[in-house]
């Protein structure tokens, strides 16, 4: 699980349930958003998000989860990638 911390936002992307579509990269508007090494999703600018939840909204496979506020589990930005076997 990768994490990345900033103000109030957790951007989750389970990777199991990814399919590398890309979907999200392109209804992402500011970029946030890239496909990364061998077509995985990566959260390369997470200062840039709005949370408009377009990812989230997109996604066919529903593998991205977008959370605001200050909670217990969230506290900054954050990027989370869930690896499940």
Do not use: H, Y
């Not at 992402?28 to 840039?48: D, K, M, Y």
């Not at 996604?59 to 990027?79: H, L």
């Amino acid at each position: 699980m990768r994490n990345i911390r900033n103000n109030d936002l957790v951007i989750t992307i389970n990777e199991k349930w990814c399919k590398s579509c890309g979907i999200c990269v392109e209804f992402c508007p500011r970029t946030v958003l890239t496909q990364g090494t061998l077509g995985r999703i990566e959260v390369a600018n997470i200062e840039s998000c709005n949370v408009c939840r377009l990812c989230e909204l997109r996604c066919p496979e529903m593998a991205i989860i977008v959370t605001e506020g200050d909670s217990q589990n969230a506290k900054g930005k954050s990027c989370k990638v869930m690896k499940q076997s």
